[in-house]
């Protein structure tokens, strides 16, 4: 099976703050890649599908990148309604392994 | 508008069974897969089992194999995961999810019910 590892695990930024999310496979996923955007005691929410597509609706403010086994997810201005854990996804092939989850704060 | 709602959670005793249904609407539901992924309080998300549109082809993650089924009515637009030979690991959150693309492997979820919360305890 293929593993996601996510770093770092948290971070604490201010407003107006770019904040940068790693995520690495274990194989090549080639842009098999999604970001998800959760709050506690909610269901998760698509922000990025297959690595940079910004799903319809999502701010501009969030972009992704990255293909074969590394990538990145960024906030160019971190919002207060951006406090979340955000977890990618791999879906290049069953099982569909979530990464660990980044809980994003507000310093 | 879509909407999937969980039902059939509860308080199960390990060793027990139960079965989760998700109610689907303002979709072609026989048109896309279908998924369930899960949530340990507290903890991250993991994918648990999808079924393609027909039902021909069903998924698992190893952790659930061969205790867990999941399965379809596309004339009820309903999804259902028997959860049999439970574990206090399998207490959780399950989701069902929707796929944005057709395609039995189409692995971006981009619509969520709101979770059925599953106990396993004595």
């Known amino acids: 099976d293929i593993q996601m590892t996510q770093s770092p695990s948290s971070l604490s930024a201010s407003v107006g703050d770019r904040v940068t999310i790693t995520c690495q496979a274990s194989q090549d996923i080639k842009n098999y890649l999604n970001w998800y955007k959760q709050k506690p005691g909610k269901a998760p929410k698509l922000l990025i599908y297959?690595?940079?597509n910004l799903e319809t609706g999502v701010p501009s403010r969030f972009s992704g990148g990255g293909s074969g086994t590394h990538f990145t997810f960024t906030i160019s201005s971190l919002q207060p309604e951006d406090i979340a854990t955000y977890y990618c996804q791999q879906h290049d092939s069953f099982p569909y392994i979530f990464g660990p989850g980044t809980t994003v704060e507000i310093k | 508008e879509v909407q999937l709602v969980e039902s059939g959670g509860g308080l199960v005793q390990p060793g027990g069974s139960l079965r989760l249904s998700c109610a689907a609407s303002?979709?072609?539901?026989?048109?896309?897969?279908m998924h369930w992924v899960r949530q340990a309080p507290g903890k991250g998300l993991e994918w648990v089992s999808s079924?393609?549109?027909?039902?021909?082809?069903?998924f698992y993650a190893d952790s659930v194999k061969g205790r867990f089924t999941v399965s379809r009515d596309n004339s009820k637009n309903t999804l259902y995961l028997q959860v049999t030979s439970v574990r206090a690991e399998d207490s959780a959150i399950y989701f069902c999810?929707?796929?944005?693309?057709?395609?039995?492997?189409?692995?971006?979820?981009?619509?969520w019910g709101q979770g059925a919360l599953v106990i396993v305890s004595s």
């Open positions: 999810a929707k796929p944005s693309l057709f395609g039995y492997d189409a692995g971006s979820f981009d619509s």
């Open positions: 303002g979709f072609t539901f026989d048109n896309y897969a």
């Open positions: 297959d690595a940079s």
């Open positions: 079924i393609s549109a027909s039902a021909g082809n069903t």
